[in-house]
């Protein structure tokens, strides 16, 4: 099956393989495929990828906070967590 299927049986069957592998692999690394989908060109494929990020999100949002990924701190705005460079 595929993820851009079109029939909602498929639809909700793969959605149900991906919440099987959320808990089999663990949320960051379906995270870590998901964000490459997240801002892709197409919208159609952006749909189907803030889907599943919808749902990795709903099913573990507290594991995927130390896997986002790094953004720099500017000149205005402060993106770095530090609190999470003393836990790791």
């Not at 959605?15 to 959320?22: C, I, S, T």
């Not at 960051?28 to 803030?50: E, S």
């Not at 599943?52 to 507290?62: L, P």
Request: aromatic share 14%.
């Amino acid at each position: 099956p595929n993820v851009f299927e079109t029939s909602p049986h498929v639809i909700q069957a793969v959605m149900g393989a991906l919440e099987g592998l959320r808990v089999a692999i663990g949320p960051c690394r379906m995270l870590q495929y998901c964000l490459q989908g997240l801002f892709h060109p197409a919208r159609k494929v952006r749909d189907v990828y803030w889907k599943i990020y919808n749902s990795i999100y709903i099913g573990s949002q507290d594991a995927l906070i130390a896997h986002y990924p790094r953004i720099y701190n500017d000149d205005k705005n402060p993106y770095i967590r530090y609190e999470l460079d003393y836990i790791l």
